[in-house]
């Protein structure tokens, strides 16, 4: 949906963030698209305290060795691969990516300019979502090291949702090997 000239693409991560997402849909002049999974998910954001702002991403964690930027259902796997990278002493900030058109490219520079390393997670192909998104600003504007979480390039197969993330590499424990190859590429870039 992102290669359609003027659309707007939404991929709220709960049911907090969907319902200001329908709200900013109903209000936004143009057409907009929301992505939904089919998964229940945690409740990431608390109604009292959730600004929605279309095209802007939300730093969740704040981290200092790498950056995972994730949308959708598949931001709760970004925060549970985050605490299991803090055991193993591996800071990781966490980027909400609600709006994947337009993209907020301010935040996206902003955490590669200050980590050097990003990890896209999405539940969608690689190719036209939020991996290669990120990889065209990163690449335009601020080259680090990008690994990306999502499909790679398959056709997708129906069956039990669980059982098809882990098929697809889209679980906490990827990220968290995705996290960890970035740092060793962002080493040999910068040289440390």
């Known amino acids: 949906m992102t290669a359609i000239p003027n659309m707007t693409v939404l991929s709220p991560c709960d049911e907090v963030e969907t319902r200001h997402a ?22 990431i954001f608390d109604e009292d305290n959730y600004e929605f702002k279309l095209g802007k991403g939300i730093t969740i964690k704040e981290g200092t060795d790498v950056t995972i930027i ?9 925060l549970l691969a985050s ?30 300019k200050e980590t050097k390393a990003l990890v ?6 690689v190719i036209g979502g939020l991996g290669s998104l990120v990889a065209a600003v990163t690449s335009s504007k601020y ?3 990008v690994k990306m979480v999502g499909v ?30 970035v740092i060793k590429l962002k080493g040999e870039y910068y040289g440390r």
């Not at 939904?36 to 409740?43: D, E, S």
């Open 22 to 43: 329908v709200k900013a849909a109903i209000e936004h002049d143009g057409p907009v698209y929301i992505r939904l999974g089919r998964l229940g998910v945690p409740k």
């Open 70 to 78: 994730s949308t959708g259902l598949m931001t709760s796997y970004a």
């Open 83 to 112: 605490e299991i990278l803090a055991n193993k002493n591996i800071s990781a900030r966490v980027i909400n990516m609600h709006t994947l058109k337009p993209i907020d490219e301010e935040i996206i520079i902003k955490a590669a």
């Open 120 to 125: 896209t997670v999405e539940e969608h192909n």
């Open 143 to 145: 080259p680090v090291p």
């Open 152 to 181: 790679m390039d398959k056709f997708g197969k129906s069956g039990n949702p669980n059982e098809l993330l882990e098929k697809y590499g889209l679980t906490e424990q990827n990220i968290v090997n995705k996290v960890e190859e």
